[in-house]
């Protein structure tokens, strides 16, 4: 991560349970709900806490904090191979989300959180020119940042060439695709591509998809966002995978 700040009730607690490093956890004085579980983790750890009013809070992070930020150790990348081992571990064909350009942070947390949910085993983006691992992404995910692994790399075209030689499916979302997403055989190993919130796909890394597939709009708005796309063609692969008969 870019900023070792990690922000909200529920990434705070899933970042305690995960084990991951933290120096210090600032608390709003009064704050009740899940504090309790947070200061009773930090506790069983022995990670020191500080309870502070919500004008400090609001210096370290201005954003909505919940009244507790804590600062930790950056998130370690990922590589390919990890994403692809986790797979292999769990006897299960790879589902892997491409992310081509994703530039909003609120997203790219929501994508974490329903790949964790969907069985994703893990996210590529670019090295440059998208989103990266932040405080704003770990938030949105409500601490999925902790559990899905997330790779970058320096050439999207490349990287999905190496997963096509392994017979991974490259499936690609795009609004004016002739298939709609549940006429597709989604099951074995797949590559679901997403790309830039504006602009969609490259050129070059639509053109290294095997198929393109839409989400069929019936209201006068002709797309969804970045995110809410992603949830709806997770959960098609996740339905496909794990109950198709």
Known sequence: MEENLIVGRNAVIEALKAGRSISKIFISQGSEGSIKKIIALADEKKIFYEFTNNAKLDKIFSGRHQGVIAIAAPVAYST?????????????????????????PQNFGAILRTADAAGVHGVIIPKRRSVSLNSTVAKISAGAVEYVKVAQVVNVA????????MDLKIVGSAMDAEKNYFQEDLTGGIVLVIGNEGKGMRRLTREN?????????????NSL???????????EIFQQRNFAK
């Open 158 to 165: 490349q990287t999905l060439n190496k997963l096509r030689e």
């Open 80 to 104: 390919l191979e990890e994403i692809l081992e986790l797979a292999e571990s769990r006897n299960e064909p790879p589902f892997i989300i491409l992310l081509d350009e994703l530039e909003d």
């Open 225 to 235: 966002n970045a995110s809410a796309a992603a949830a709806v063609l997770m959960y």
């Open 209 to 221: 998809c095997d198929v393109l597939i839409k989400i069929p709009m019936a209201g006068k708005i």
